[in-house]
């Protein structure tokens, strides 16, 4: 007697397959020997993702046209406007103060020139707290250029952090050619 | 203490022909919960495994360890033989099935069983087109760890994340697992720091496409964002209020990177002070409350976190152990704080209960990023480095259980955990 009931229910299964039956409607029998007891119903899921509006992203390119900034330009030009720093300092070395002094005189005599201070790390640690030490290097430039006389209003001082390393790699090397601050003219 | 590490691969068929999860166990004194889940009936053929997709999930969790369901024929109708799962070492047992209703509709079903107390516990229809299959799976697999740890499931969730491949940046927004990784934004100019607003619909960042780095607010379903923070110097460090009307921020504009609160709301708001200090301030995050931010300062001589009131205040110090301590994220009940801390020049995801001060290092990973707490406080999300690429790491709370998530190809970094999705 039970079997038959096993085998009506399994004949329902297979035909909730194709039609909106019920499952609750469905009696099911035990194999494990107990009483047969009424299946709980399957509640019908208010988060059917038919309607989940979750799923839609729409992309945005903003890469036709744009060309990505080099963060490797060629060492020679890179020299006349590169101050390197030593690992965990933003203090300017003296080799360097003859290039902050050839800008600090170009941008006095050129008073609508505009520059960039764009402060780099190496790439050990946090994004966002590299972006903060290379901040730092960058606002130490901008410094030794304002002490020169060169107006605020001519500089900005930005960072990008880690993420435009000047040479790749992990070598000590090449993590001391990117901790830096270039001056960018605009 | 000695560890030791068992690894586990499951391999199944993903988005990707031949997708690849892999969850790592470590350490003793696991208590997880065997669970056999078998196939879904009429799922056969079927790109998106159903069943596979709900035990990575589970898996991933920590909570649970599956039992080989292979060669079961049950679906969701089934009466099951219980005492021979729980003698097959199963507490529960997953069925259902998947029936094909209309063009691209399917219907998903499932019912859930407890072999130890011999009890049905229930179980749902969902109706979906294919594309929406993975989505159902992950809504399975939060019912089932809903009904068997007592705890919101977040596998239904979406995490952000930031790829570098050939020189093109992508914001991606995918499914807890990884997968299903839709591009929000594509960009030849660094994208970091994405953080999801409260509601799960907009993504906060950092995009250095105008040659420095500036804040925008991104609408996800319709693309349409908002630069809220171009000021002069570097904007950065982007962290919602919990009631979604504020941004925390970093700004250099006044001299050095420091707090600011920025009214999103308004096109025209002036970001207001949140402190002053003459080192750097960074990485702000808010309390579930609203009433404290947490955030890195090197005021002490060195990086670590601070806490400080959200309307401004003092400064508390939050981290003493080591040297060098950034990136906070706490979890939503706020016991948990999760950092990255350097330690003999490696970079480790940490643990801090808030409560008692007890720090715990998660990982064995050496350049460990970014965590990011999940919206139930049981996981923590972070970028790591794997065989010399950037990569997307789970882990449990304890540490005791890690997932390399499936992703995009190419570094994989900066991830964020969104909010739970409003049922």
Known sequence: MSKLILILALAGTIAACSSPIKLSEVSVEDKSGQASVAMKTLTPATTAAAGDKKSNVATLDTTAG???????????????????????????????????????????VNKNQRISIDGHTDERGGREYNLALGQKRADAVRKALSLLGVADTQMESVSFGKEKPASTGDSEM????NRRAEIVIR | MTKFLLSLAIMFMGNHAFAQFRVEVSG????QLPIAIAPFKGNEGMTQKIAAIVQADLERSGQFRSVDSAGAVLDENSRPDLPNWRKQGADALLTGSVTRVGDDRYELRFRLW?????????GQSHAAPAAELRRVAHRIADSVYEKLTGEKGVFATRIAYVTKSASIYNLW??????????????????????????????LAYVSFESRKPVVYVHDVDTGKRRLVANFKGSNSAPAWSPDGKTLALTLSRDGGSQLFVLDVGSSSAEPRRLATSTAIDTEPVFTADGRFIYFVSDRGGS???????????????????GGYNISPTLSPDGRWLAYISRVAGAFKLHIQDLGTGQVLALTETLADENPSFAPNGRMIIYATQQQGREALMTSTIDGKVKARLAGQSGDLREP????????
């Open chain 2, 303 to 321: 990086p670590q976190i601070y806490k400080i009131p959200a309307a401004g205040g003092t400064a508390e110090r939050i981290t003493f152990t």
């Open chain 2, 173 to 202: 927004v995918a499914d807890s697992d990884g997968e299903s990784a839709q591009s929000a934004l594509r960009s030849v100019e660094p994208i970091i720091s994405p953080s999801w607003s409260p509601n799960g619909n907009q």
């Open chain 2, 114 to 122: 407890d072999s130890v107390r011999m009890q049905d516990l229930g």
């Open chain 1, 174 to 177: 090449a993590m001391e050619k």
């Open chain 2, 28 to 31: 003793a004194g696991l208590t």
């Open chain 1, 66 to 108: 744009a060309k990505s900034s080099t963060g490797t330009d060629a060492l020679a030009a890179a020299n006349a406007r590169t101050i390197y720093f030593e690992f965990d300092s933003f203090a300017i070395r003296p080799e360097y103060q003859a290039i902050i002094e050839t800008h600090a005189r170009n941008l006095k």
């Open chain 2, 416 to 423: 964020d955990w969104g909010p739970l999705i409003p049922q």
